[in-house]
């Protein structure tokens, strides 16, 4: 038997014909998963190298209010996104002195809640990968469990047996499963290069989160110790 694909999905009974349409349907979201997500985080790349260019001097003035305008300007950015966040809730408590909680730790704060749901947007689609990737060689299975079950009836109908009489349908049954395991194995690849790639840019925006709190830090305290010197 000749290996062509039209001709095996042609002869496919119509649960096998069920089974390879759902792997497709698998695989396109995949395709579309990865596309995605690549397109998204190299955006997220381009617009934190420009803003970290422009913040750094900002950064080191202290000029908050000028670094919170800059940030603005980059809202595909994860680490702009970050700042924002923390900068504009750290001038908010110095401006109410009457709060309870120190400014650096509503900051920090701030950054924990912001960071979860960066965390969350930079994952978003994973997910389908991840089932992807355990689930389409089941799929498949089932597809040639199927295959191979009519096949067996079809010489249970015909009373003829022997190798040539189930080859044919045994081999249209292990397609599907070649099918899953072709739609698996590159969802799983994927998944764990997007998900290096994601650990890559939390890491950054920790240790991103652990500078600027330390700046807040210093800053807090020179204003503190001005106050005070101010008053005496």
């Known amino acids: 038997m000749k290996f062509n694909l039209a ?3 042609a002869t496919m009974g119509p649960m096998s014909k069920l089974v390879a349409l759902v792997l497709v349907m698998m695989a396109i979201a995949s395709v579309a998963v990865v596309v995605e997500r690549v397109l998204a985080l190299s955006r997220i790349a381009r617009e934190t190298a420009r803003f970290a260019g422009e913040a750094k001097p900002l950064l080191e003035e202290w000029d908050t209010e000028r670094l919170v305008v800059v940030a603005e300007r980059y809202p595909l950015s994860a680490l702009a996104r970050l700042v924002v966040g923390a900068v504009g809730r750290f001038r908010r408590a110095c401006d109410d002195d009457g709060g309870g909680v120190a400014p650096v ?9 912001r960071r979860e749901t960066l965390s969350a947007e930079l994952r978003r689609g994973l997910g389908v990968l991840a089932s992807v990737g355990s689930v389409a060689p089941f799929v498949g299975l089932l597809g040639t469990v199927v295959g191979i079950i009519g096949a067996f009836q079809s010489i249970g109908s015909t009373g003829s047996g022997g190798l040539g009489a189930v080859s044919a349908g045994i081999a249209e049954a292990l397609i599907v499963t070649a099918f899953g395991l072709v739609v698996a194995i590159p969802a799983v690849l994927c998944f ?10 939390e890491l950054s925006l920790e240790r991103s989160a652990g500078e600027l ?3 807040m830090e210093n800053e807090h305290g020179r204003s503190s110790r001005d106050r005070i010197q101010k008053a005496a």
């Open 7 to 9: 001709h095996i999905f």
């Open 105 to 113: 730790e509503l900051a920090r704060r701030e950054i924990g809640r």
């Open 192 to 201: 764990n290069y997007l998900t290096s790639r994601i650990n890559a840019v």
């Open 213 to 215: 709190i330390d700046e």
